[in-house]
C-alpha cells in the first residue's frame, strides 16, 4: 500500500504561485509514478500532471502547461506541484496519486492510478 498526504494549498490571488506536496509513505518511492489531480465544485476530477519513476518524463494537462511543474524528490520521498500565475479557474481541490503498473510513464488517465491523498483546496481569487 501507498498513503500519500498533500499540503500547501490555501488562498491567493490571481497571478500568485503556490506549491503543492504530497509525502508518500508505504511501498519503496521510486517505484511508482506520480500524478495530480483537481476537482472544481460541480465538475469530474481532471488531469493536471504527471512523473515518471525517475523524473525524466512529465506530462501536463494543456490548460497548465508553461504555468505548473511537477517535480519529486527521492530523498524525501515527496511529489511537488509548484504552480505560477494561477487564475481564478485554477481554483479546486488538488489530489495527488500514484500508478503503481506502468512506474515508466507519466500516466495522464485517472483510472490508472492506484491510490489517492485526501486532497488540498486550492482558491484563487480575481
Known amino acids: 500500500q501507498v498513503q500519500l498526504v498533500e499540503s500547501g494549498g490555501g488562498l491567493v490571488q490571481a497571478g500568485d504561485s503556490l506549491r503543492l506536496s504530497c509525502a508518500a509513505s508505504?511501498?519503496?518511492?521510486?517505484?511508482?509514478?506520480m500524478g495530480w489531480f483537481r476537482q472544481a465544485p460541480g465538475k469530474e476530477r481532471e488531469f493536471v500532471a504527471a512523473?515518471?519513476?525517475?523524473?525524466?518524463?512529465?506530462s501536463y494537462a494543456d490548460s497548465v502547461k508553461g504555468r505548473f511543474t511537477i517535480a519529486r524528490d527521492k530523498a524525501k520521498n515527496t511529489v511537488y506541484l509548484q504552480m505560477n500565475s494561477l487564475k481564478p479557474e485554477d481554483t479546486a481541490v488538488y489530489y495527488c496519486?500514484?500508478?503503481?503498473?506502468?512506474?515508466?510513464?507519466?500516466?495522464?488517465?485517472?483510472?490508472?492510478?492506484?491510490?489517492w491523498g485526501q486532497g488540498t483546496q486550492v482558491t484563487v481569487s480575481s
Open positions: 496519486a500514484a500508478e503503481l503498473n506502468s512506474p515508466r510513464r507519466a500516466t495522464t488517465t485517472r483510472a490508472s492510478y492506484d491510490y
Open positions: 508505504g511501498r519503496t518511492f521510486s517505484s511508482y509514478a
Open positions: 512523473i515518471n519513476w525517475s523524473g525524466s518524463s512529465t
